[in-house]
T-cell receptor, first 107, second 115 residues
């Protein structure tokens, strides 16, 4: 049983805000939520991590509701260079990736 | 500070031949991961080390794959013999470890082509 569920793909335009939601209905008390970004021909890169409420860094924001059964990665004002695959992972150290969400940013 | 270093970047071998991949993690990182990634798919975890101990190798095809992490630093992943279906990108990642959610750092990967 997959620990997370994400949309397979999303399209957006430059300058828009993009929200990618991840479902993790069976999240455990000690699980953190972590998002990675992967460009073609590169390894995944850590974007952001959170446990509850909201986390913001220079790249993105992560919104986690009180029940923690889902989370939303928010990318403000995307550019063409944000075209990538985004992965949501849950766990203290369970680094198992799903298929991710392929985001395509169009001009 | 140098990131995770993998070598070689590319490897082409004939089926039934052996192949090895090398990974040098970030200094001080106790946790090391090996992944296999096929085109269009997410990375598949093969093995996770905590220091020199393999704590999760449930996804490693043990009939032909082996891995070691000597002295809890560098690691080698080997395939013997290679099959056509082993063609993929092999990624290594390292992390400080611990109970908190993991921020792992990935290498550039080794692209293996088996012909």
């Amino acid at each position: 049983l997959a620990k997370t569920t994400q949309p397979i793909s999303m399209d957006s335009y430059e300058g828009q805000e993009v929200n990618i939601t991840c479902s993790h209905n069976n999240i455990a008390t000690n699980d953190y939520i972590t998002w990675y970004q992967q460009f073609p021909s590169q390894g995944p890169r850590f974007i952001i991590q959170g446990y509850k409420t909201k986390v913001t860094n220079e790249v993105a924001s992560l919104f986690i509701p009180a029940d923690r059964k889902s989370s939303t990665l928010s990318l403000p004002r995307v550019s063409l260079s944000d075209t990538a695959v985004y992965y949501c992972l849950v766990g203290p150290d369970d680094m198992r990736f799903g298929a991710g969400t392929r985001l395509t940013v169009k001009p | 500070e140098a990131g995770v270093v993998q070598s070689p970047r590319y490897k082409i071998i004939e089926k039934k031949q052996p192949v090895a991949f090398w990974c040098n993690p970030i200094s001080g990182h106790n946790t090391l991961y090996w992944y296999r990634q096929n085109l269009g798919q997410g990375p598949e975890l093969l093995i996770r080390y905590e220091n020199e101990e393999a704590v999760d190798d449930s996804q490693l095809p043990k009939d032909r794959f082996s891995a070691e992490r000597l002295k809890g630093v560098d690691s080698t992943l080997k395939i013997q013999p290679a099959e056509l279906g082993d063609s993929a990108v092999y990624l290594c990642a390292s992390a400080l470890g611990g109970a908190r959610g993991t921020e792992a750092f990935f290498g550039q990967g080794t692209r293996l082509t088996v012909v």
